[in-house]
């Protein structure tokens, strides 16, 4: 149930979003930037296993359950993301993205313990400074979004996972902000 008064009781975040247009605009855009943009080293499932490995770290149900449905659309192995998060050492991760999980894990549950060290096993298995970054970018707006949906009080079933994540893939977070009415003049 939503914290929002003025939104339904099962209201999910495109609900707020519509509700506050000027806010969700620029970070819908910015999500646009962080997650599609051709120039990232990381495939667009990758990226999303990122935001959905971050969100099942940080227990957001609401994030991780869309946000695998995504990354699954987009070739992530179902039950992959779930391995993950239960013990990311054992699960059948492909060895080049372990060091970024662990990574972006470190630095999702301690942040000011990430040192150089876990900067060079990125580099290790041959990402590239970008590439670091870009993964860093997708951890901070994913914790952020994680507290945003946790502090609002947004939850939603499978069923409603499924539905938007598959919309996600299918028209990403451009198709995401036309669906948020124009705001009022």
């Not at 990122?50 to 149900?61: E, F, K, Q, R, T």
């Not at 301690?110 to 970054?133: C, K, N």
């Not at 028209?171 to 902000?177: A, D, E, H, K």
Request: proline content about 6%; some cysteine.
């Amino acid at each position: 149930m939503t914290h929002l008064p003025s939104l339904p009781e099962n209201a999910v975040l495109l609900d707020v979003f519509q509700r506050y247009p000027e806010t969700a605009r620029p970070l819908i855009d910015y999500h646009e930037t962080v997650m599609r943009a051709p120039s990232s080293p990381f495939s667009l499932g990758e990226r999303e296993l990122i935001a959905a490995y971050v969100s099942g770290l940080n227990a957001c149900g609401y994030c991780h359950g869309v946000h695998t449905v995504t990354a699954e659309a987009y070739g992530v192995e179902p039950g992959l993301l779930a391995a993950a998060v239960k013990d990311l050492d054992t699960a059948p991760v492909d060895a080049r993205m372990k060091p970024v999980l662990h990574y972006v894990g470190k630095l999702t549950r301690e942040p000011s313990s990430v040192t150089q060290a876990d900067a060079d096993a990125v580099y290790a298995e041959g990402w590239d400074e970008r590439a670091l970054h870009d993964a860093i970018l997708v951890c901070a707006l994913f914790n952020f979004m994680n507290r945003m949906v946790e502090g609002l009080g947004i939850t939603a079933d499978a069923a409603y996972f499924a539905k938007s994540g598959q919309r996600l893939h299918d028209i990403g977070y451009v198709g995401l902000s036309q669906l948020i009415q124009p705001a009022e003049a």
